[in-house]
């Protein structure tokens, strides 16, 4: 049966009329007649049957009409759910390893309560390499460590550098302190070899990792100590207080050179005055 027929018939249905269901449909009455016709052709019944000077719906009329109603509902819930995902492109979200954990689930979970049917492409590789993509078109959004002195992006989250290393750690006496940090380009690099320099204590920087996983497992071996935000920290390592104090660090949402639809300037604006209000 066809869905436009249904729907023609039930416009009898609720004006008792074909005249008057031909305008609600906006088709001549003619062609209202011609579809009906053709419509109880198909069916090989007659929907309609004469009261007087009326049109009144025959027992198979009457039958048809729950099952037209049900049918026509369902179709245009079908249409509604489906067209959601008109002009739909997945989102590509950059996020660095070591906010895979703590602020990647956050922010995904603000970007399906704003659209429910969207699908996320996530990049983990180091901040340095997501800005480059975001510059080269190749992402919409990465989270990334706010630079220095900068009001980029959207806040998510606050995080502090710690000095981390195994709980059965044990300093050398003589030798340099091994480390374990992230590339150069992390704040925490800088910050921690500028801090053991000044307090004198000498040190081999024993590995430079992209991940915070890398880090972690050279750190978990008991092979050195490293410096990452406290966000990362897992719990089979320990936070070590004795040594130089590390900076504290915004963590923000930046987006790309054209914005997703997801991430126009004024949803984004509303999601994250809630994340604040929160």
């Known amino acids: 049966m066809d869905i436009d027929a249904l729907r023609s018939f039930l416009a009898f249905v609720e004006t008792g009329s074909f005249t008057r269901a031909a305008k609600q449909i906006n088709r001549t009455q003619s062609a209202f007649s011609a579809q009906m016709r053709k419509l109880e052709d198909e069916l090989s019944v007659s929907l309609f049957e004469k009261d007087g ?24 819930q079908a249409i509604k759910k489906v067209k959601r995902y008109e002009n739909k492109r997945p ?20 970007l399906k309560q704003s659209e429910p ?28 460590t706010r630079a220095n002195g900068s009001e980029e992006g959207y ?12 709980p059965d ?74 040594l130089p104090s590390l900076p504290a660090v915004d963590i923000v949402l930046i987006t790309g050179i054209e914005p997703h639809p997801i991430l126009d300037r004024e949803r984004l604006s509303s999601l994250f005055e809630i994340q604040s209000a929160t």
């Open 169 to 242: 750690f044990q300093y050398p006496d003589s030798e340099p302190l091994p480390l374990a940090l992230f590339q150069t380009d992390c704040q925490y690099h800088a910050a921690a070899i500028d801090g053991l320099s000044k307090r004198g204590i000498s040190y081999q920087l024993l590995a430079c990792c992209n991940t915070a996983s890398a880090q972690r497992s050279i750190v978990r071996a008991g092979m050195a100590i490293g410096a990452m935000g406290k966000l990362s920290v897992t719990d089979d390592l320990v936070v070590i207080d004795s």
């Open 91 to 110: 989102l590509r979200l950059g996020c660095p390893e070591d906010y895979n954990d703590k602020i990647l689930p956050n922010v995904i979970r603000m």
């Open 155 to 166: 806040w998510l989250a606050s995080d502090k550098g710690v000095w981390i290393s195994h």
């Open 53 to 76: 000077r009326n049109l009144v719906l025959s027992e198979a009329g009457l039958a048809l009409r729950s099952h037209a109603e049900q049918l026509v509902s369902l179709h245009n």
């Open 117 to 144: 049917t969207c699908s996320i492409q996530v990049y983990s590789v180091p901040s340095i390499t997501l800005r480059k993509m975001l510059d080269d078109g190749e992402l919409d959004a990465a989270i990334v």
